[in-house]
């Protein structure tokens, strides 16, 4: 099991950008995919991108593909997003997890452990 703590959320204009960092504690960290999900308020949550254990390999949901980059540090036991060209439909909660499964990381139940999520909020 794993530990997770997301930070670096905050109110951005339109445009902006943001950089939320994802710190892990528990046992190797390294040997898990780290994956990101937002959820507005009234929807459900959804993928954001997700980052395999040694990082070379990435995948994004369409949405944020080429504006969004998600990268990690595993000796530092850190996951990141950085968010550029953000859009009001960006806003939401965003929450980090862990996973040791292989195959759909895009869907939320191949994900045990979650962090509480920080808020993103894009005004236009």
């Known amino acids: 099991q794993v530990q997770l703590v997301e930070s670096g959320g905050g109110l951005v204009q339109a445009g902006g950008s943001l950089s939320l960092s994802c710190a892990a504690s528990?046992?190797?960290?390294?040997?898990?995919?780290m994956g990101w999900f937002r959820q507005a308020p009234g929807k459900e949550r959804e993928f954001v991108a997700v980052i395999s254990w040694g990082g070379g390999n990435t995948y994004y949901a369409d949405s944020v593909k080429g504006r969004f980059t998600i990268s990690r540090d595993n000796a530092k036991n850190t996951a990141y997003l950085q968010m550029n060209s953000l859009k009001p439909e960006d806003t939401g909660a965003y929450y980090c997890?862990?996973?040791?499964?292989?195959?759909?990381?895009?869907?939320?139940?191949?994900?045990?452990?979650w962090g509480q999520g920080t808020q993103v909020t894009v005004s236009s």
């Open positions: 997890a862990a996973t040791r499964y292989l195959v759909r990381l895009y869907t939320r139940d191949k994900y045990p452990d």
């Open positions: 528990g046992r190797a960290f390294s040997t898990y995919a």
